[in-house]
């Protein structure tokens, strides 16, 4: 007879190798279910995300892509195009890791497709940024609207195929580890049924006292089901012997079943919600290209969003500037009711619209029964909504329209994810509508100009008809214009002649003109002197006579010296001039003028001159001087100034016979407060024997050579002179002189006798 340790070790023992193998096999099936989940985790969900992120990222450079066609800012551009080739390096990491770890053919073909897809995009990608480069902006907006489009959306397709074959192959990993889960289930109740039967046999062998624990243990697990969503009932352990053992297996093997259950169930749920939100970003990304103007995407939008959030209602804000600002205004609303006193438009931080539009974050408010605002509009009446959530849409760092959506039940965690994931696409397809409107508008525009090109040139070929016949008419006219030329040309050349013969007269002719008349200027001036011998009437006819006398002589001077010049006889002598003393060579003779017609009369050097200047200061003292009777002359009122300072980087250049500019250059300027010189006489005055007008002429009198004189002479220094003035204001003429050293007179003369 077998003890009863024996029995018990020997009935236990069965049953303890029965429970092992059940423990294998369960471990065995449980493994199998861990690699399915392991391959849904993963492997599937992996790839499913590496899908998703290269769609974000190619939908990134889509973006980019439509930005860099439309933008006008080199620099913005060139940002654009870097954000393009980041993202595609990017993309091409995703493709390539999707690549390595494909492992089926169908996967392999698609991915394959998919790449060859995106290698075509990045291709019209550089075309178009070669047309951008080449300034052909309708090239570029044909590639983009064309070519691009198209094959954005077979890749996406393609993309779309692969990623629900993916998540088929994920739905049937999953449920091949439901299938094994129920025959792991049945084999665990076939497994305890024998453990059981064998367990009662053992009892019944080993002792009968063990009956009422083993009847225990076989009604709980005659109560175990495993479909069930209750929690199953645990053994109660109370002691440590074989049958406790027995129950705390029991127990761990509930919890192994029950904590995997919860798993499978979270799983499930997750690739549930998953499923859901990629079925509506597609769906929705599918409407963003059936809209033509954001009008019809915001009703779009709400239409298809406000019933996947179980929104009950919902209103669509745009932004819009015009030219009170920028402000957001209502384009689109889904089954709500306008309230009187609603806004249609809200500025930035007005309202929970302006302040969601100027903060760029969300606004979710819990409306209390007592608030008396928005209501929802139904066919029974209308309704106060439980939840209010404010979204704004964001597009490049910038809010580009809010929306509001109101709801009867609470908002969930997995309708903000998917408002989370909608709000890039939103702002996207807001900015592709905007640039599809405007690519339509410049099409519209290059159709009209290209009208217009067609008239032109029909009317470029009638004209060219024309100016073929006129083409004809005016080679004969220059045959005749030709004949006309060489006959002119020959009368230029003797009056050419009978000039030079004229100049050359009155050139030599100087000693003959001023002998006699200095003789009569000397003799007056003694009839006046002596004025006691000639009486009263006799001085004053002395003294018309000298002064006749001396104004006849200065015209002969300038006519003789504009001979001189234009036969080419003057000389000019540069020498050293001291030009501190400028005050006093100026001063002598014109201070009596100025107190004769009660003017006053100023003069300033400079302190920053040159300490050596050579000139023909004879002949600068000659053009300062007529300068200052020209402007005592025309000045009735006012003041007369003069000044000598050094030549500024802005005055007109001063050159050296090498071409060189002077540095030492100085520039006199003399200033009036006279008659001035309209703005249509001022390049006439510097004409020989000319002045502004007739009555200027009869008033003031002159022969009209002082300032032909002057701008001959600064010719022959090497100078200039110029002319500012205003009609009734005043005038100021400027000489400006280099120096001249005495090694370079002959060039220089030569320099001012051609100018």
């Keep these: 007879m077998m003890s009863y340790r024996k029995k018990q070790l020997l009935g236990f023992g069965v049953i303890l190798f029965a429970l092992m193998i059940l423990l294998l096999i369960l471990t065995f099936m449980l493994d199998g279910v861990k690699k399915n989940l392991a391959e849904i985790m993963d ?16 939908s990134a450079i889509n973006s980019d892509l439509g930005y860099l066609v439309f933008e006008t800012d080199p620099l913005r551009s060139e940002n ?21 770890h494909s492992g089926d053919n169908s996967g392999e073909e698609l991915l394959a497709a998919v790449r060859n897809g995106f290698d075509r995009y990045m291709l019209i990608v550089d075309r178009v940024a070669e047309a951008r480069a080449a300034g052909s902006n309708l090239d570029a907006a044909s590639l983009y609207v064309e070519n691009a489009q198209s094959v954005r959306l077979n890749l996406l397709r393609t993309l779309s195929e692969y990623t629900a074959v993916q998540e088929n192959k994920m739905n049937w990993t999953r449920m091949e580890a439901e299938r094994q889960f129920s025959r792991m289930l049945t084999v665990s109740a076939v497994s305890a049924a024998a453990i059981l039967l064998i367990g009662i046999l053992s009892a019944v062998w080993v002792i009968r006292g063990t009956g009422r624990n083993l009847r225990r243990i076989t009604d709980a697990m005659d109560k175990f089901d495993p479909g069930a969503i209750a929690p199953i009932p645990r053994l109660e352990v109370d002691s440590n012997d074989e049958i406790g053992n027995i129950a705390r297996g029991y127990n761990h093997m509930i919890d192994t079943l029950e904590d995997h259950n919860r798993k499978v169930r979270e799983f499930n749920q997750k690739i549930e919600e998953n499923h859901w939100l990629q079925t509506k970003l597609s769906e929705l990304a599918l409407l963003y290209q059936q809209a033509e103007d954001k009008d019809s995407l915001a009703r779009l939008f709400l239409s298809s969003v406000s019933p996947a959030v179980n929104a009950s209602s919902g209103l669509f ?17 889904y089954a709500t009711d306008r309230p009187e006193g609603s806004n249609e438009a809200f500025l930035p931080g007005e309202g929970l619209i302006g302040q969601a539009a100027l903060d760029g974050r969300d606004i979710l408010i819990d409306v209390s029964p007592e608030h008396d605002g928005t209501t929802i509009l139904a066919g029974g009446g209308t309704y106060r909504p439980r939840q209010i959530w404010v979204i704004p849409i964001e597009a490049n ?4 329209a809010v929306v509001e959506l109101s709801t009867l039940v609470p908002f969930t965690e997995l309708h903000r994810q ?30 009209l100009l290209t009208e217009e090109l067609r008239t032109q040139q029909k009317e470029l070929r009638s004209v060219n008809d024309q100016l073929k016949q006129q083409y004809i008419q005016a080679d004969r006219s220059r045959i005749e214009l030709l004949e006309t030329q060489h006959e002119l040309e020959l009368s230029a050349e003797e009056l050419r002649r009978s000039s030079q013969y004229k100049s050359e007269f009155l050139a030599n002719m100087s000693h003959e003109l001023r002998t006699p008349l200095n003789s009569i200027l000397i003799l007056s001036q003694l009839i006046a002197e002596n004025a006691e011998d000639t009486g009263d009437e006799g001085r004053s006819y002395a003294e018309i006579i000298h002064r006749s006398g001396q104004d ?3 015209i002969v001077n300038d006519v003789l010296d504009l001979s001189k010049v234009e036969a080419g006889m003057l000389d000019i002598n540069p020498e050293p001039v001291s030009l501190h003393d400028f005050p006093e060579l100026i001063n002598y003779g014109f201070d009596t003028i100025a107190k004769q017609k009660n003017l006053e009369f100023e003069v300033h050097v400079s302190d920053n001159l040159p300490e050596a200047f050579y000139t023909d200061g004879k002949r600068m003292q000659q053009i300062i001087k007529n300068l200052l009777s020209n402007a005592f002359k025309f000045t009735q009122s006012g003041k007369v100034s003069c000044s000598l300072e050094k030549a500024d980087a802005e005055a007109p250049p001063c050159t050296t016979p090498e071409g060189e500019a002077d540095q030492t250059a100085i520039a006199i300027k003399v200033s009036d407060t006279g008659i001035g010189i309209p703005e249509d006489k001022r390049d006439m005055i510097f004409e020989a024997f000319r002045q502004g007008d007739g009555r200027t002429e009869r008033m003031y009198g002159g022969t009209g050579l002082g300032l032909s004189i002057c701008r001959e002479f600064a010719g022959l220094l090497g100078g200039c002179l110029t002319v500012e003035s205003e009609e009734g204001q005043g005038s100021t003429f400027t000489l400006y002189l280099p120096s001249m050293p005495p090694d370079r007179l002959s060039a220089d003369a030569q320099t001012g006798l051609h100018q």
């Design 80 to 100: 654009h195009l870097i954000e393009i080739r980041s993202k595609s390096e990017a993309a091409y990491a995703d493709l390539t890791s999707l690549q390595a």
């Design 418 to 447: 998917l408002m989370e994931q909608l709000r890039s696409t939103l702002g996207i397809a807001l900015q592709n509508v905007n640039g599809r409107m405007e690519v339509d508008r410049l099409l519209q525009e290059s159709q």
């Design 552 to 554: 006849l002589l200065e």
């Design 317 to 333: 804000y745009s932004r819009d500037t015009d030219g009170n600002g920028e402000r957001f205004v209502r384009i689109a609303a």
């Design 43 to 58: 492997e599937r969900y992996d790839k499913v995300s590496r899908a998703v992120t290269f769609r974000n990222n190619f």
């Design 397 to 400: 760092d910038r809010v580009e």
